[in-house]
């Protein structure tokens, strides 16, 4: 009985970590701001320690390095956060 529990966690545990893989954040370069704030309302961010330099914002930024560098021209403040709203 013991040895099919252990088989049976580590099934699943081999099975949870396939789908973290795979759900990880695809790195898509977005045409313009309007189809990057379709997905991700308050923007990209390069890293938490981007601050915002035009004003006040409604929506927290969604942070992921390798997003914000494939999406860079469309940081017009060059703040470290691309299409902030």
Excluded: H, W
């Excluded at 966690?9 to 795979?22: A, E, F, H, R, Y």
């Excluded at 759900?23 to 923007?43: D, F, H, Q, R, S």
């Excluded at 938490?48 to 942070?63: D, M």
């Amino acid at each position: 009985m013991k040895k099919y529990v252990s088989i049976l966690i580590g099934l699943v545990l081999l099975l949870g970590s396939i789908n973290s893989v795979s759900a990880k954040t695809e790195i898509i370069t977005y045409k313009n701001c309007t189809e990057l704030n379709k997905v991700y309302k308050g923007g990209v961010a390069q890293s938490t320690s981007a601050k915002n330099k035009g004003g006040k914002t409604k929506y927290k930024p969604f942070v992921s390095k390798e997003l914000y560098e494939a999406n860079k021209k469309s940081d017009r403040d060059k703040d470290f956060i691309a299409c902030e709203k």
